[in-house]
């Protein structure tokens, strides 16, 4: 078997890269027109400054007075419309002594979690349904393969401060207790499919808010 040569190995890599580049260097999100399912229409060029570039809103402190002692601040392309079409994110998590994210996942993109400050304990489910899962300080990142559940908890005495990025400028999210409990999903078939009591399941509905 021919050996390929190094050359046109490194050329096939580039025109590939190539193909792959975006037409456009940014496009900066004209959130006053529809969203389509590839994002939003571009500002025009003329009318941007650096200002469309920065975002300030990951530095003040979430409120963390609710029932999970949690706070999520985003910056995805509703709030930074620079970040449109771009692929990526990021939000600061406020996470009060004692407190933690519900189960959730992101459909749409890999997380990495920093923890800034504080201590807290996080991991996933594999879909081998193995658990992935360790206690983190300062200064450690711990990386959430795209759709599957996840969790942070605040394990320590102090609160906690976490910036996450997202590979997707739109990484979505949908709670596992949401999902269960908070629409018109019958009872009936939430407790054939998940074994729950049916007794519990309507007060956790009644708790989240669901009916049916």
Not at 40 to 65: H, R
Not at 70 to 79: D, F, R, Y
Request: net charge neutral; hydrophobic share 45%.
């Amino acid at each position: 078997m021919r050996m390929i040569s190094p050359i046109i190995f490194t050329v096939s890599l580039l025109l590939s890269s190539a193909c792959h580049a975006a037409v456009q260097e940014f496009c900066v999100a004209d959130l006053t027109a529809p969203e389509s399912p590839v994002g939003y229409s571009c500002k025009k060029p003329e009318t941007l400054t650096v200002n469309d570039f920065v975002y300030s809103g990951l530095g003040v402190a979430g409120n963390t007075s609710n029932p999970l002692k949690a706070a999520v601040t985003l910056a995805t392309v509703p709030e930074f419309p620079a970040l449109n079409g771009l692929g990526i994110s990021l939000a600061r998590v406020d996470v009060a002594a004692g407190g933690g994210g519900a189960i959730h996942t992101h459909p749409r993109a890999t997380e990495i979690v920093h923890v800034v400050s504080g201590e807290i304990t996080a991991g996933f489910i594999s879909g081998a349904n193995k658990v992935y899962y360790k206690t983190l300080n300062k200064g450690d990142i711990i990386v959430i393969p795209q759709g599957l559940l996840h969790f942070q908890l605040n394990s320590g005495r102090i609160p906690a401060k976490l910036y996450v990025s997202f590979s997707s400028a739109s990484p979505g999210l949908q709670i596992l207790d949401n999902a269960l409990f908070a629409n018109n999903l019958p009872t009936e078939l939430v407790a054939a499919t998940t074994f729950l009591d049916i007794a519990q399941i309507k007060k956790l509905k009644g708790a989240f808010g669901g009916i049916g």
